[in-house]
């Protein structure tokens, strides 16, 4: 009798020949290099050589029930852990569905990589099944990187190349195409070079004249303020962005991706970068020196004709990238180099550096004031009114754990978290970027608890963007992730249907309104334990009971239709008063002052 061995055996019943393997085999074995413990998927039959070999391999395989939402939950992994996120889609429509999650890791900036199933190579312009269109052509655009790999001798190195992409530099989204053909077809093993993944490129640091002229202008500043975005949480730097906070004086802002890297109960943190122009509003002043750590010019800082940052400051900009130093204004210093590098440079000159009491500025910023408290929501509200977004995101901030993990969908819904709730670290706080994807918020939450099993997540989103991904629910359930999801049901698209009541008048909607759905009952047809929430007083018991059912769990949150978030005035900007200026401009709306 002859005994094979374990992998003899293997080997003949994939009737791979002995000696040899499959694409999908190396390219997991590839992936193992560069540390992936994870891989978010939906089946489909061209990768299903890579998800056995993934199996085997002892890799998680988390498999959502929309192409889409493994993209998201890769990125939400990739936010919480600081590594590099992959997913999985088979071809044809398994790749366009994952092409809003790509856009999404593109415009803000997250390690992502993406991989396509493909037709065969040699079925090429023959219209076999999955296929009709071209995967690279459609991803090129939205990827640093999007490459199609055609022979099983070059997976090694390209799949390398492809994670070296995502993670160097500034991090970003990578697309790899692989046919059928390739991840099938078979190769010697002992031919096979696998990459060291643990291989990292030094990043760059500043200059000892640019770390020199950075300290004298904010020594010298009698009001300078920090601007601090992804590029502190990427290079890992929260810890030394703190310790310059603290060496210095100086007030921290910080935007979505950011968020936590100066506790937001800490007395320097000075809340968003909106902080600066509010503060000039009601006479605080103009901050004089403003650095920019990781942070782009654009939306978040008042677009191309509000700018928070007054035209009289002096600026430094700090980025990965030069090209991105001096968009929308200019730049009196700027500075290519990574953030941890940065503030290397910048504590070690610091404290040999006389620095100014800046007690009387960081109180007229505003610094270390969080939002209002649940009493003063409640005395906003009345005794027996009903349940307000304002007063539900409080309660909710006041019920969960500190170091919880809070993710936020949706249009108004985030700006009533975001006004109550803490971040007391980095990677806690996930939210919307530029691109302003509604219906992200499952899928995150998702990646986030596989990421980090022991933390509370709690994803706080609006009744329509729950809807986008709600079958998520049933990967939560089957993947054993102890979710909590509070629906703000205000039975309505909340931001569209607030800001056609300003331009239009109230009574003048279009496409806008919501049914009081039942999402608690939904969710529990998948497994879900479901509470609903009709008067503010059964909130807080209905989250504990939520937390201590060790299970995903929805709780559905009726609230009145009528508060509108104060985003959404900012957002329509001069069209919320009219949308035809005194001398007979249109005026355009969620584009601040602009009239044509």
Known sequence: MTHNTPSETEDHRKGIAMGRVDGGHVLIRTMRSFGVTTVFTLHGGHLDSALRAAAEAGIRLVDTRHEQAAGLAAMGWARVTGEVGVAMATAGGGVTNLVTAVTNAFADCVATVFIGGAPPLRDYDALPVNSGYDQISVMRGITKWAHQITTIERLPDLVARAFQIAREGRPGPVYLDIPSDVLFATIEENTVRYPVGSNRVTPPAPSHEAIARTVDLLSDAERPVILAGGGVVYSRAAELLLEFAELTGIPVATNNKSRGTVPTDHPLWARGFSTIAAAAARGAGEPDVVLILGARLGLYTGGLRTPVIPDSATVIQVDIRPEEIGRLRDIQIGVTSDCHEMLRGLIERARTTQWKDLKDWVQRLGAGQQGRTAAEVRFVTGAGAPIEPALLATELAAALPPDAILVSDGGETPAWLDAAADSLGPNRWLGHGYLGMVGEGLPLAVGAQVAD???????????????????????MVRHGLP?????????????????????????????????????????????????????IEELAPAIERALSA???????????????????????????????????????????ILEV
């Open 550 to 592: 060790n299970r995903p769990a929805c709780v559905n949150v009726m609230t009145t239709p009528s508060q509108i978030a104060p985003v959404t005035r900012r957002l329509l900007g001069r069209a919320a008063e009219g949308l035809v200026s005194a001398d007979g401009k249109a005026r355009v709306p969620y584009a601040d």
């Open 483 to 535: 979710i909590v999801v509070v629906v703000n049901n205000d039975q309505q698209w909340g931001m569209s249907a607030h800001g056609q009541d300003l331009l239009y008048g109230e009574g003048n909607r279009t496409v806008t309104d919501l049914r009081p759905t039942r999402y608690d009952l939904a969710a529990a047809g998948f497994g879900a334990h479901p509470e609903l929430v009709e008067h």
């Open 453 to 475: 099993p022991s933390a509370r997540v709690v994803c706080f989103t609006g009744d329509g963007a729950v809807g986008f991904n709600f079958g998520e629910f049933d990967t």
